[in-house]
């Protein structure tokens, strides 16, 4: 075993390790088939595979720190700088950061909200307190890194430890 290869698998380790697992919240779709999973994290809200029929007049994402989902949460314009409703969309990756003054751990929902009607089409609350959001359901955690760079490491130090084991 020589050095380089030992430095090379320690560094291996350490990018397998700094992979942390989130955890990803179901939308709990109301109208307009309004679905996907929500994270936050990096000051960023990430919707994964967010659909949406695009069908209502107003609808626009919202962000809540406290109490059911209203207008009385943060709007957000998405994509960024636009003031136009949320159009359609079919199993697509939204991103947006978070409003200016709003940290991740005051984040407690994130919902589709028509500003016209005055109506949620779907939420995600962002909490650990179930006595709060009993009604939500949560997924179950998943791994922040893509399965495709999870295995492509994996195999990589699989494949260094078999060099180490025959040298």
């Not at 992979?19 to 994290?41: A, F, L, M, P, W």
């Not at 207008?71 to 700088?81: M, R, W």
């Not at 200016?100 to 609350?125: I, L, P, Q």
Request: aromatic share 12%; glycine share 8%; with cysteine.
């Amino acid at each position: 075993m020589n050095n380089r290869m030992i430095g090379s698998l320690y560094v291996l380790l350490i990018l397998f390790a700094s992979i942390h697992c989130i955890d990803r919240v179901k939308i709990n779709s109301r109208k307009y088939n309004v679905n996907g999973e929500v994270t936050v994290v990096n000051g960023k809200v990430i919707v994964e595979n967010f659909s949406y029929s695009g069908n209502a007049p107003d609808a626009f994402f919202y962000i809540g720190t406290s109490g059911p989902p209203s207008g009385k949460g943060y709007k957000i314009q998405y994509p960024a700088g636009s003031s136009q409703p949320l159009g359609e969309y079919s199993g697509e990756r939204i991103v947006f950061d978070l409003p200016t003054g709003v940290e991740e751990k005051d984040v407690f929902w994130v919902a589709v909200w028509c500003v016209s009607y005055s109506v949620n089409f779907g939420e995600a609350y962002i909490s650990d307190d179930i006595e709060k959001i009993r009604e939500a359901q949560r997924s179950t955690a998943r791994c922040s890194a893509s399965p495709t760079w999870t295995i492509y490491l994996l195999t990589t130090m699989l494949l260094m430890l078999k060099i180490l084991k025959n040298s």
